[in-house]
């Protein structure tokens, strides 16, 4: 019995490692800018807070589905959902142009719109989580 709690216990949070590991790769595609040269060649705090964003509003659903989940497969499908959401909304936030334009100011380094991205990222994260609590 305890065995298989364990087993169950690391089954799920590999799973959830990889999601996250996933989404790191994924994320760096779907945004227009090189998130990994801004944060660790350029030192740009702004795309930093952003990612760092991006990461915790993936991992509020994440945990809603660990929690929530009556099995293995139904916390992997809500999983690559909230990953989905997550890419999507990111997608979409750093394609807005004008004086919306996330991408100039995370390339610029502006901090405030890295905390911006990061919170309305945390945010989506929050609402993608509650709509999947059942």
Do not use: H
């Not at 945004?31 to 915790?56: C, H, Q, R």
């Amino acid at each position: 019995m305890l065995l298989g709690s364990f087993l169950s216990f690391g089954l799920f949070f590999i799973t959830a490692v990889g999601v996250v590991v996933l989404f790191l790769f994924l994320y760096a595609i779907v945004t227009p800018y090189d998130d990994y040269k801004l944060i660790f060649k350029d030192d740009n705090n702004a795309a930093a807070i952003g990612f760092g964003g991006a990461i915790v509003g993936l991992c509020i659903p994440l945990y809603s589905a660990l929690v929530s989940s009556v099995s293995y497969f139904d916390f992997l499908i809500w999983a690559v959902v909230a990953m989905f959401i997550q890419l999507l909304f990111a997608f979409i936030m750093t394609r807005l142009k004008g004086k919306y334009s996330v991408e100039k100011l995370i390339t610029e380094g502006v901090v405030s719109g890295g905390i911006l991205k990061a919170f309305m990222s945390i945010s989506i994260g929050l609402l993608n989580a509650g709509s999947m609590s059942y």
